[in-house]
């Protein structure tokens, strides 16, 4: 395999976005579709021998999608789905309403079991040490028919190093999986997403951030009522107050206020036009 670089992601060939029915939230297109659509989609895709890209942006991703240089990251996936309520109500503010919030912690669920019964394999990519294994058995306890082509979990930094991103890259072509969740965080994680793609046409990456600790049972997702209501990163903030406070009291909340204020402003745009 030749040398590869993480951050060039202007020359991986990765082509536009196909036409489909979107919303554009604070210049992001997001498909306007809901979880089981999303499951169909990206299964009838592998019948079809179609890989892509999804990406779910919370407010904390979108708002670093407002930057032209990772603006394309949405932009050459062929999904991007709102993971939070605030973007679901933003499109509803500007009267262009996405369907339902579609998370990666979810995802992970529902693409496995259908993954299962379609005899498709998976690959966990990303979390701590032993993450990665804990929740593959997760997900096989729930569907014995799950096939998991493979689990990786990279050393802190791997992508600065050529010898150590090569060889996670190519742990993961060898495996030939048909799905692969990809656990590292934004951008780094959509970035690899890209890379991989390259080399695995037929096959499906979804960025799922945190979500692989959450399927590991390390950290507890909010109960379901507070995930409706939209309040589920007060219940992040109280898990890891640490970690969560400066993203989300300083910066994702003022994000947030001035998210609608925008949306408020293409309504009326929209309605004088």
């Not at 679901?88 to 259908?114: C, F, H, K, M």
């Not at 994680?189 to 951030?209: D, K, S, T, Y």
Request: hydrophobic share 40%; glycine share 8%; proline share 5%.
């Amino acid at each position: 395999m030749t040398s590869l670089d993480l951050t060039a992601i202007d020359d991986l060939g990765v082509g536009s976005r196909p036409e489909r029915q979107q919303v554009r939230v604070d210049d992001v297109d997001f498909d306007a579709l809901r979880e089981t659509e999303v499951v169909d989609h990206v299964m009838l895709a592998l019948r079809e021998g179609r890989g892509g890209n999804l990406i779910t942006p919370n407010v904390d991703i979108l708002r670093q999608l407002r930057r032209p240089q990772l603006r394309e990251l949405a932009e050459q996936a062929e999904l991007v789905v709102p993971d939070g309520m605030p973007i679901v109500w933003a499109s509803r503010i500007q009267g262009e309403e996405l369907p339902e919030r579609v998370t990666g912690s979810s995802l992970i669920w529902s693409l496995s079991e259908a993954a299962a019964r379609s005899d498709r394999s998976l690959y966990l990519l990303g979390g701590a040490e032993g993450i990665a294994e804990r929740a593959a058995d997760r997900l096989t306890e729930k569907y014995e028919e799950l096939k998991v082509a493979g689990v990786q979990c990279p050393p802190f930094g791997f992508e600065q190093r050529p010898a150590q991103l090569e060889r996670t890259v190519s742990e993961v072509v060898e495996a030939e999986p048909d799905i692969v969740f990809v656990a590292l965080g934004f951008p780094k994680q959509e970035r690899l997403m890209q890379l991989l793609r390259e080399h695995l046409p037929n096959a499906w990456f979804v960025g799922c951030g945190g979500t692989l600790t959450m399927v590991a049972g390390e950290v507890s997702r909010a109960p379901l009522w507070i995930q409706r209501s939209g309040l589920e990163w007060v219940h992040r903030l109280a898990m890891e107050p640490r970690r969560m406070a400066k993203r989300y009291l300083v910066h994702d909340l003022p994000y947030a206020a001035g998210l609608f204020a925008r949306a408020a402003a293409r309504r009326t745009t929209r309605r004088a036009a």
